[in-house]
């Protein structure tokens, strides 16, 4: 996650995320679920700036006006855990512009609050290392830690302990997202335990050699079906996804909890083209995306 100086203060672009494999093993003591997943961020982002607030406020602004600006918001959660594990009373006024939408398994309220955590701890000169902020993203919530460990990973445990993984090249996508989205909390509820869960190691390797044809054929999310049945019309996104054929998506899958969908396609010619064709149908938003150099 990059910070880079603005006006008085810091600029953080903290991007989406994307699911290629997420399995869900069962449910722990702590009543979240043990999961392996791999993810990657793309080309889609939110953008924060932070200013500091000599009165010792923590004030956020969103130009969305759905999104709430208290605590119940991850951003003012996250900037308030830092400067409660370090002591400190310092302030700061935070402008948040989204354009990677809630509830949509993309990851924007977690990719937003590591890039409060990183950016406030440059700009109070808290000095924290890299363990600790992993630590207080882990209790923030599973997926933010991965937010400083992109553009890919896999995570283990509740899907907060990342291991980092090499790109072996760039990947194209068409990102759907519906205007419906889908509570995470809820389609967690109504996953079912499994005798055999599949294997996350085809997934990563084809990855790392950029085989992204293997890696189409190796796309998994055990979320997908539970997500479906709470709410058959995601299907319709599904299904035109599969209408494209292979001859321009190389796989398709929801991410996260969803309700986004997205195809890896064969090339970015490809991916305009699908883009092109899923913008005639209305379905909801589509955009083009790249993950790697």
């Given at each position: 996650?990059?910070?880079?100086?603005?006006?008085?203060?810091?600029?953080?672009?903290?991007?989406?995320?994307?699911?290629?494999?997420?399995?869900?093993?069962?449910?722990?003591?702590?009543?979240?679920?043990?999961?392996?997943?791999?993810?990657?961020?793309?080309?889609?982002?939110?953008?924060?700036?932070f200013t500091p607030d000599p009165s010792g406020?923590?004030?956020?602004?969103?130009?969305?006006?759905?999104?709430?600006?208290?605590?119940?918001?991850?951003?003012?959660?996250?900037?308030?855990?830092?400067?409660?594990?370090?002591?400190?009373?310092?302030?700061?006024?935070?402008?948040?512009?989204?354009?990677?939408?809630?509830?949509?398994?993309?990851?924007?309220?977690?990719?937003?609050?590591?890039?409060?955590?990183?950016?406030?701890?440059?700009?109070?000169?808290?000095?924290?290392?890299?363990?600790?902020?992993?630590?207080?993203?882990?209790?923030?919530?599973?997926?933010?830690?991965?937010?400083?460990?992109?553009?890919?990973?896999?995570?283990?445990?509740?899907?907060?302990?990342?291991?980092?993984?090499?790109?072996?090249?760039?990947?194209?996508?068409?990102?759907?997202?519906?205007?419906?989205?889908?509570?995470?909390?809820?389609?967690?509820?109504?996953?079912?335990?499994?005798?055999?869960?599949?294997?996350?190691?085809?997934?990563?390797?084809?990855?790392?050699?950029?085989?992204?044809?293997?890696?189409?054929?190796?796309?998994?999310?055990?979320?997908?079906?539970?997500?479906?049945?709470?709410?058959?019309?995601?299907?319709?996104?599904?299904?035109?996804?599969?209408?494209?054929?292979?001859?321009?998506?190389?796989?398709?899958?929801?991410?996260?909890?969803?309700?986004?969908?997205?195809?890896?396609?064969?090339?970015?010619?490809?991916?305009?083209?699908?883009?092109?064709?899923?913008?005639?149908?209305?379905?909801?938003?589509?955009?083009?995306?790249?993950?790697?150099?």
């Amino acid at each position: 996650m990059i910070v880079i100086p603005h006006g008085a203060g810091l600029r953080v672009r903290a991007p989406a995320k994307i699911n290629l494999f997420l399995e869900v093993l069962g449910r722990r003591p702590d009543g979240y679920h043990e999961v392996e997943t791999l993810m990657v961020t793309v080309s889609l982002s939110d953008t924060l700036d932070f200013t500091p607030d000599p009165s010792g406020a923590i004030v956020l602004k969103c130009d969305d006006p759905s999104l709430p600006t208290d605590g119940r918001n991850l951003v003012v959660r996250a900037a308030e855990r830092l400067r409660a594990e370090c002591g400190c009373e310092l302030g700061a006024a935070i402008d948040l512009h989204k354009e990677v939408p809630a509830q949509a398994g993309l990851g924007g309220g977690s990719s937003d609050a590591m890039a409060t955590l990183t950016a406030l701890n440059q700009l109070w000169d808290l000095d924290l290392p890299s363990d600790r902020l992993d630590l207080l993203a882990g209790e923030l919530g599973s997926d933010v830690a991965f937010f400083a460990h992109g553009p890919a990973a896999v995570g283990r445990g509740r899907g907060e302990r990342m291991e980092a993984v090499p790109l072996g090249g760039t990947a194209h996508f068409v990102l759907m997202v519906p205007p419906h989205g889908m509570s995470t909390a809820l389609v967690y509820q109504h996953v079912r335990p499994i005798d055999a869960p599949r294997s996350m190691g085809p997934a990563v390797d084809a990855l790392k050699r950029g085989d992204f044809e293997t890696l189409g054929r190796c796309l998994f999310n055990r979320l997908q079906a539970v997500a479906e049945g709470l709410e058959p019309a995601l299907c319709q996104v599904r299904d035109a996804l599969a209408d494209i054929g292979p001859a321009y998506l190389q796989g398709h899958l929801m991410s996260g909890s969803g309700s986004a969908y997205f195809g890896l396609a064969r090339d970015r010619d490809a991916a305009h083209t699908a883009a092109r064709h899923l913008e005639s149908l209305g379905l909801g938003l589509v955009r083009v995306v790249t993950c790697g150099p």
